[in-house]
């Protein structure tokens, strides 16, 4: 028998997600002699940044707040600088998934703690080892870096964020499903690796979401269930080294959409998208549809705030938005006849097509 070599891969040292868990935590994680970096956005500075500022002044050494605009890879190479510069013990990031990402990528550059305290829960990039930053010429990049040592979800803070991004995230996890049908499809055509484990739970993120068969969006059950899925899924993505776990040909028209300037929350429209995708391997996309209905989310392009034309030029240009990720994308016909028979099978028809 041959062995191979283990597959060895980092964890956060701790999750902790609850209510009324924000300060206990971060105390419990930081130390008196800590210098330390609080990274928030404008809007979270005033809803909780100020406060969380105070409280660090009291159990830190040091603390230097600095604000994300753009959510650009310029910024976090700039606060990286800045933290190896003036020799910071921890990194802080408060916020979306914005903040987060520069947080999580300037923390990584230099190589220091990283202590994720999202408001709300609007993709599932929490636990990721991905950083999603902007860059020359309005592109976005997908770029590698350390998953946070520590994150903490208050739910109390999680529960103000507006409905619409706490939605977000619970589509983002919903695509899921398609995304490891694609991954399969693309291990039978020698075009990816599959790893069980990272598969197994990404597979158990989101069926532990779909046993809530009512879901509330503002029920702490539900959301503590959401939050810790959000995070699992994020761990398949660190074991992978890649997001083959949750990103499939759904992501793919989910990209092009924003690729056409036509873009609103990425997880919104990857739930629209999975509907589409599962109807593509002729699946139950009646579930995933009635799922997503039920509990708020749009399930349609229209819904989505786009045409028919639209619809047509996403379709068409998804493939390209990102090289090598093989998807069931690379094995339908684009014919103008066989997309509008998807559109109407998926959606209920071409309004407003010409």
Known sequence: MRWNAINTFAVPESVKIGSGILYPRLK???KPTDRVMLIVDRIVDELY?????AFLEGCC???????????????????????????????IAMGGGKVLDVGKYA????????????????HDGVASPIAVL???????????????????????????????LILAGLGDLVSNITALRDWERAVQAGKAKMDDFAYIISGTAVRAILQYTHPDIRDTAFLTQLAESVVLSGLAMNITGNTRP??????????AIDAAGKGT?????????????????????EFIRDYLRQAGLPTTFEELGLTY??????????????????????????????????????YGGTNGRQ
Request: proline share 3%; with cysteine.
């Open 134 to 164: 902007k860059c020359d010429h309005n592109s976005v990049r997908s770029l590698d870096c350390k998953i946070p040592s520590y994150i903490i979800m208050d739910l109390d803070i999680i529960k103000t964020a507006p409905e619409k």
């Open 265 to 285: 929350l990425h997880g919104l429209q990857t739930a629209v998208a999975s509907i589409l995708v599962e109807y593509l391997y002729g699946g139950n996309y």
């Open 107 to 122: 923390s990584s550059m230099s190589k220091r703690p990283f202590i994720s305290v999202p408001t709300s829960i609007s």
């Open 49 to 53: 940044g100020q406060d969380v500022y």
């Open 246 to 255: 949750s990103s499939g040909a759904e992501h793919l028209l989910s990209h």
């Open 61 to 91: 050494k040091e603390v230097k707040r600095e604000f994300v605009h753009a959510g650009s890879l310029r910024e976090a190479f700039l606060k990286s600088y800045y933290i190896v510069n003036r020799d910071f013990d921890a990194v």
């Open 309 to 346: 034309e639209d619809y047509v030029q996403v379709m068409r240009t998804a493939r390209t938005t990102r090289k090598n990720r093989y998807t069931i994308l690379d094995e339908i016909s684009y014919d103008g006849v066989y997309l509008k028979k998807i559109y109407d099978a998926v």
């Open 28 to 30: 419990e994680f930081l």
